[in-house]
Nanobody, 125 residues
Framework: VQLQASGGGLVQGGDSLRLSCTASGRTFSFYNIGWFRQTPGKEREFVAGINWNGATTRYDDSVKGRFTITRDNAKNTVYLHMNSLNPQDTADYYC???????????????????WGQGTQVTVSS
């Protein structure tokens, strides 16, 4: 499966954005998907994840209550709905796929074997 992230942009603090992670390949529904973000000089950090059927989600504390991750397997797409954005959310956002059969949502980047290219999110104050 190949992943492509999109939907980033420049917004003002308090605004919303929806990122999309679209996959090619018929086995997309087998994968747990994670969203990560990275700023220059820092390691890639976990933002949110969703298991293969959408029944389980997980969030970093910094985005709980503001971000929501959903998926539509019929469209091979996972969404990251981001509300109440603030300048600390500015980063390159990446989606990644993990095929662990237990459906556990991993929070470390090393657990994900497949990555899409990043989409840039910039939040001005």
């Amino acid at each position: 499966v190949q992943l492509q992230a999109s939907g980033g942009g420049l917004v003002q603090g308090g605004d919303s954005l929806r990122l999309s992670c679209t996959a090619s390949g018929r086995t997309f529904s087998f994968y747990n998907i994670g969203w990560f973000r990275q700023t220059p000089g820092k390691e890639r950090e976990f933002v949110a994840g969703i298991n293969w059927n959408g029944a389980t989600t997980r969030y970093d504390d910094s985005v709980k209550g503001r971000f929501t991750i959903t998926r539509d397997n019929a469209k091979n797409t996972v969404y990251l709905h981001m509300n109440s954005l603030n300048p600390q959310d500015t980063a390159d956002y990446y989606c990644a796929a993990d095929g662990n059969k237990a459906g556990i949502i991993q929070m470390t980047a090393g657990a994900y074997a497949l990555w899409g290219q990043g989409t840039q999110v910039t939040v001005s104050s």
